[in-house]
């Protein structure tokens, strides 16, 4: 199976801050990347797909970017509603195979 | 609006068997890629299973963990897809979660709300 590693797993900033969460697959994945919010007791939330593309109706304060084995999300001007663990996950292949999560909490 | 509801969450003692459901309004799941997702308490999120759609045949794919103890199936004139859990063990406890595919053409973008089963004794 592919391995995600995602870092930080905890993340602390403030309202306005810039922030970038890594995923680093174990092999080449393409563009086979999406990112995921999750907020306490709640389904994940598709954010980026691709690697890239924006899912309709998410704000453009977050983008995504990479290819191949090394990928990144960023969110720029946090904002409250923000504050939940983000996950990527990748699709090139069986198993699918989830980040390990990022938690970003408030400073 | 699309929506994806799960069904049959329950206690079960290990060893034993439970059924998931997972039916849509807003969208044909016969005509859908389908997943299953699980979260155990307080961990990150797992791919379970797909059950690709009917021009696909309904074939399934699953996770080395689950396989030969899960099985996805499909209703089709009830247009409904289950998850079959035999043989359940205490590290199956989870929310369970049907969600669209996320696919080379799309997807991954309707979950339903989430559904627990706890394995115990």
């Known amino acids: 199976d592919i391995q995600m590693t995602q870092s930080p797993s905890t993340l602390s900033a403030s309202v306005g801050d810039r922030v970038t969460i890594t995923c680093r697959a174990s092999q080449n994945i393409n563009s086979w990347l999406a990112w995921y919010q999750q907020k306490p007791g709640k389904a994940p939330k598709l954010l980026i797909y691709?690697?890239?593309s924006l899912e309709n109706g998410v704000p453009s304060r977050f983008s995504g970017s990479g290819s191949g084995t090394e990928f990144t999300l960023t969110i720029n001007s946090l904002q409250p509603d923000d504050f939940a663990t983000y996950y990527c996950?990748?699709?090139?292949?069986?198993?699918?195979?989830f980040g390990g999560g990022t938690k970003v909490e408030i400073k | 609006e699309v929506q994806l509801v799960e069904s049959g969450g329950a206690l079960v003692q290990p060893g034993g068997s439970l059924r998931l459901s997972c039916a849509a309004s807003?969208?044909?799941?016969?005509?859908?890629?389908m997943d299953w997702f699980r979260q155990a308490p307080g961990k990150g999120l797992e791919w379970v299973g797909r059950?690709?759609?009917?021009?696909?045949?309904?074939?399934?794919e699953y996770v080395a963990s689950v396989k030969g103890r899960f099985t996805i199936s499909r209703d089709e004139p009830k247009d409904l897809m289950y998850l079959q859990m035999n043989s359940l063990k205490t590290e199956d406890t989870a929310v369970y979660y049907c969600?669209?595919?996320?696919?080379?053409?799309?997807?991954?973008?309707?979950w339903g709300q989430g559904v627990l089963v706890t394995v115990s004794s």
């Open positions: 996950l990748q699709h090139t292949t069986y198993a699918l195979t």
């Open positions: 059950s690709r759609n009917k021009p696909n045949s309904y074939t399934t």
């Open positions: 969600a669209r595919a996320i696919t080379a053409d799309g997807g991954g973008d309707h």
């Open positions: 807003g969208l044909t799941l016969r005509d859908q890629h």
């Open positions: 691709k690697a890239s």
